[in-house]
């Protein structure tokens, strides 16, 4: 499996932006389908955003639609989550996750197929 890390949160007023990156090492990043999760405090950890190992499929989930894009450079090992208009509502801790896949085109939805995650980086929006 991968290891991943994440970096790149921090605090930030209301309107601003963060751009998060996720690194991993070990071999085969590109057989991965990734996603971005956040989990403030009391509640659970959701899927924000994925894309498939080749890039060309990407999902959000509609509170952030035309204000996150998830992306990655499989050259790099990183995939990247560019946060643009944040809300004091996107506070949490961002996770990125990654899900070994045969499927190419696939965005993984399902929190339990992700095996590979990092620690978490945390995202503070004041208002």
């Known amino acids: 499996q991968v290891q991943l890390v994440e970096s790149g949160g921090g605090m930030v007023q209301a309107g601003g932006s963060l751009r998060l990156s996720c690194a991993a090492s070990?071999?085969?990043?590109?057989?991965?389908?990734m996603g971005w999760f956040r989990q403030a405090p009391g509640k659970e950890r959701d899927l924000v955003a994925g894309?498939?190992?080749?890039?060309?499929?990407?999902y959000y989930v509609d509170s952030v639609k035309g204000r996150f894009t998830i992306s990655r450079d499989n050259a790099k090992n990183t995939v990247y989550l560019q946060m643009n208009s944040l809300k004091p509502e996107d506070t949490a801790v961002y996770y990125c996750?990654?899900?070994?896949?045969?499927?190419?085109?696939?965005?993984?939805?399902?929190?339990?197929?992700?095996?590979?995650w990092g620690q978490g980086t945390q995202v503070t929006v004041s208002s």
């Open positions: 894309i498939s190992r080749s890039g060309d499929n990407t």
């Open positions: 996750a990654g899900d070994f896949t045969s499927a190419p085109f696939k965005v993984t939805m399902s929190k339990d197929e992700y095996k590979s």
């Open positions: 070990g071999r085969f990043f590109s057989m991965y389908a």
